[in-house]
């Protein structure tokens, strides 16, 4: 690996963009990741917690440590495969090829998505084969991808943290595509329909024990650096429609002021559990979650951001401020999608709410970043500058509890429609640094 004082990146490059050039192409617009733990435990590994953090006097940080990641998502195959039906062979050579631009990016981490929908990219007891692979859920496809991604990670000095959505089942609402081992199909009481999709329903304590237990297998099964969440809890609210857990709330809400508080209780207890159960496991994985960037807005609560958006307490009933202050996870990358001066979320205004949410915790925080609306035509104007996201890094540089950035996602990064990611390249990431290590747990 060159330093910053050789050939701009992009450059060095272009034999691996050459080789991506037929991935890229294939690879389908759609939309991504933004589609929008026990109490007071101990730093992991003996790090300190801060990502090897270092003044350098000249109103930013330097990092010996640092965590730069890339999301890399399978459901409806957005990033990888390229297309469902692909030989094992092909796919691995489309892996390696999205593991190598990581690389040359002089990333250190991949977030790979490995239970899509309520299926999965390893051999698992509990749910089918992901349908990404072979285009029908529950087909063998030959090879086992999360042991081979790890394996193909872990070769170029990249960190592997498993993607997993808890409760998303299917992109459509139609039981009888399900694999026909599926779960939903033994049980369709589950799930829920809404708004043209399946989601587990999180009220039922059955069905939390079975998705803890359908992660947890692989942790304990391959060698993965973390287990990572996404912003889906509860999903996003459509207007005229209702989520229709009126029988669990009949049967396990006693107790609680209203369903809201309830529903978050029910995801309180997901990520408590999963934090124990990891803990339990293997104590060295760590454990994340990528919420939406809002929490609260200022006007619904004093402890909120100065925001007007969307909020991940009030309508996913994710309470992912509690989840900070009680350490039931080690990292936490809200996805802070927006540009700086944003009307109604701007970038400067989250970094330094976000900051102080994780101040004096150990929960590491890694700012999400919508790598995907650079360049992209339905963007407003900020979005048409490349020198946008390296506005970002320069603004977070500015706050000590921010150790990293993630981008989203791998296609794009291959892609790099106006250059936005090469210049974060050349103005941030001179040379490679390791990611940090430690956490609140």
């Not at 360049?375 to 890094?393: F, K, N, T, V």
Request: glycine fraction near 12%; charge should be negative; proline fraction near 6%.
């Amino acid at each position: 690996m060159t330093n910053g004082h050789s050939t701009h990146p992009h450059f060095r490059r272009r034999g691996l963009i050459a080789g991506a050039a037929g991935l890229a192409a294939t690879l389908l617009v759609g939309g991504g990741l933004a589609g929008a733990v026990g109490e007071g435990r101990g730093v992991r590994d003996g790090g300190d917690g801060d990502g090897g953090h270092r003044r350098d006097g000249k109103g930013g940080g330097k990092r010996s440590h640092e965590f730069r990641g890339m999301w890399l998502a399978t459901v409806a195959n957005r990033d990888w495969p390229s297309r469902p039906g692909l030989s094992a062979t092909a796919q691995r050579d489309e892996l390696r090829t999205l593991l190598d631009e990581a690389v040359a990016c002089r990333l250190n981490a991949v977030m790979l998505q490995v239970r899509p929908c309520a299926d999965a990219l390893w051999p698992s007891p509990y749910e089918p084969w992901a349908e990404c692979l072979t285009g029908t859920q529950g087909r063998d496809p030959g090879w086992d991808p999360l042991g081979a991604a790890v394996a193909e990670a872990h070769e170029r000095g990249l960190e592997l943290h498993a993607w997993f959505n808890p409760y998303r089942v299917a992109m459509h609402a139609d039981r009888s595509r399900l694999a026909a081992a599926h779960p939903v199909r033994r049980n369709p009481d589950w799930a829920v329909p809404y708004g043209g999709k399946l989601y587990y329903n999180p009220g039922l304590p059955e069905v939390r024990r079975f998705v803890e237990d359908a992660m947890l297998d692989a942790v304990r099964a391959y060698d993965i650096d973390a287990v990572h969440f996404d912003d889906y809890f509860y999903p996003y609210p459509l207007a005229g429609q209702g989520f229709d857990d009126d029988a669990a709330y009949a049967a396990h809400g006693g107790g609680f002021p209203d369903r809201a508080a309830w529903r978050r209780d029910n995801i309180d207890r997901l990520v408590r559990e999963m934090s124990e159960g990891i803990r339990e496991l293997k104590p060295d994985v760590r454990f994340g979650i990528s919420p939406f960037g809002v929490w609260r807005n200022r006007s619904t609560d004093p402890r909120g951001s100065d925001t007007r958006a969307l909020q991940t307490y009030d309508d996913l009933h994710a309470d992912t401020y509690t989840w900070i202050k009680k350490r039931w996870i080690d990292y936490v990358v809200p996805q802070l999608y927006w540009h700086i001066g944003n009307g109604a979320a701007d970038y400067a205004a989250l970094v330094p709410w976000w900051s102080e949410a994780v101040r004096g915790t150990g929960v590491q925080l890694y700012v999400g970043e919508a790598l995907y609306r650079a360049g992209d035509p339905a963007q407003g104007a900020a979005w048409q500058d490349p020198a946008e996201l390296s506005r970002h890094l320069t603004l977070a540089r500015e706050h000590e509890e921010v150790l990293g950035h993630v981008f989203f996602g791998a296609r794009d990064v291959v892609r790099d429609r106006i250059g936005a990611m090469a210049q974060v390249v050349a103005d941030h990431y001179a040379a490679p640094v390791r990611a940090p290590r430690g956490g609140a747990s």
